[in-house]
C-alpha cells in the first residue's frame, strides 16, 4: 500500500450517470456550494485630496513661459493684448471716434488763430472799446450829415446851386485832410520833453496813429504837416518827419474833439505811459482854438484816377 492520498473528487460529466467514489445516481447527492461574501454598505464617496498648486515661477528664477512654466502677471497681460482681437464693429466705432477728435482739433486750432484778442492784455482791450465807441460815434455823426444833405437837395428850388455848394464844402474838408489847406478848431497841444533821448520814431508814430483812432482831423509837429502818406525815421540821434529833422520838444498840434484826444493818450499802456516807462515827460493842454497852418503841396497821383470820370 502507498502513502499517496487520492485526488479530490471531480465531477463527471451529466451522461456518465455516477461520481467518483460513488454508486447511487446524481440526484442522491447535493452539489457543495462556495458561502456568499457580505457585500459592503454603500458610503459616501471619499473626496480627492486637494493637489498644492504649483507656485509662479518668478523671472529671477528663470521662468520664461515658453517652456511650460507658469507665466507672469506681465506676460499674462502681452498675450491677453497682443494679437488684437478686433471686430468689424469696433473698426467702424474707432474710425468715427478718429474722425470726430480730428475736428474738434481743427475748430480749435482756427478758432485760436482767429481770435486776435484772447491774448491781449487788459488795458489793450480797455484801449480798443474806446476807440470802437469813439468810431461809432463818429460814424453816426456822419450819417447825419449825409442825410442832412440829401434832405437839403431835395427841398432845394435849384438843386444845381445846392449841389456846387456841397461840391465846394466837401473840396475844403478833403483840403484839411490831404494838408493842402490850412485847418483852425478846437483841439489840444501835446509836448514830449525826452532829456535822455530814449524817444524814437516808433514812440511819435504810436502818438500819431493814437490820435487819428480818437478823430484827430488835423495833426502839425513841430511845423511839419501829417498827412496820410507821412513817415518817420530815426536819423543822427534825432527823428525826421517826411525827411525834415524835428528836435525836441516834440510839440503836437492836433485839431479834433478834445474830449476824445485826450483819453485815448492816457489809457492804461498808451502813449503817456510808455513815455513815462522812458523816463520821458509828456503835457497835454485842450485849447478852443487850435491853428494848423503847415501846408503841403498837392500831389497828382501816377496812376489812379477817378472813377467817375
Known amino acids: 500500500m502507498s502513502d499517496e492520498t487520492p485526488p479530490p473528487d471531480q465531477d463527471r460529466t451529466p451522461d456518465s450517470g455516477r461520481t467518483p467514489g460513488g454508486s447511487g445516481p446524481p440526484s ?82 482756427s478758432t485760436s488763430e482767429n481770435s486776435a484778442l484772447r491774448g491781449a492784455r487788459h488795458e489793450d482791450l480797455v484801449r480798443i472799446l474806446d476807440e470802437l465807441d469813439d468810431r461809432t460815434k463818429r460814424l453816426e455823426d456822419e450819417k447825419r450829415e449825409l442825410d ?38 478846437p483841439g489840444i497841444r501835446l509836448t514830449i520833453n525826452d ?31 501829417v498827412v496820410a502818406s507821412t513817415y518817420f525815421s530815426d536819423s543822427g540821434g534825432g527823428v525826421s518827419v517826411d525827411g525834415h529833422g524835428v528836435s525836441q520838444p516834440y510839440r503836437f498840434e492836433v485839431i479834433g474833439k478834445p474830449a476824445d484826444l485826450e483819453p485815448a493818450l492816457n489809457i492804461p499802456g498808451g502813449v503817456v505811459q510808455t513815455l513815462k516807462n522812458k523816463q520821458a515827460k509828456a503835457s497835454i493842454s485842450r485849447s478852443e482854438k487850435i491853428t494848423v497852418d503847415a501846408l503841403r503841396q498837392a500831389k497828382r497821383p501816377d496812376y489812379a484816377r477817378s472813377s467817375s470820370q
Request: aromatic content about 2%; overall charge neutral.
Open 28 to 109: 442522491d447527492r447535493k452539489r457543495a456550494l462556495p458561502p456568499e461574501r457580505p457585500r459592503p454598505e454603500a458610503g459616501p464617496e471619499p473626496r480627492p485630496e486637494p493637489r498644492p498648486e504649483p507656485e509662479p515661477q518668478s523671472e529671477s528664477q528663470g521662468g520664461t513661459g515658453d517652456g511650460g512654466g507658469a507665466l507672469t502677471g506681465r506676460q499674462r497681460l502681452a498675450k491677453a493684448v497682443w494679437p488684437p482681437r478686433v471686430t468689424r464693429a469696433q473698426l467702424i466705432v474707432a474710425l468715427l471716434l478718429f474722425v470726430l477728435g480730428l475736428g474738434l482739433a481743427i475748430q480749435v486750432r
Open 195 to 225: 532829456p535822455k533821448g530814449a524817444t524814437d520814431s516808433d514812440t511819435l508814430l504810436d502818438a500819431v496813429q493814437e490820435l487819428r483812432a480818437a478823430g484827430a482831423e488835423a495833426i502839425q509837429i513841430n511845423g511839419v504837416r
Open 148 to 185: 442832412k444833405h440829401r434832405t437839403e437837395l431835395d427841398n432845394s428850388s435849384d438843386q444845381a446851386e445846392e449841389a456846387r455848394k456841397q461840391t465846394a464844402e466837401k473840396e475844403a474838408q478833403l483840403g484839411v485832410l490831404a494838408g493842402t489847406v490850412a485847418a483852425e478848431g
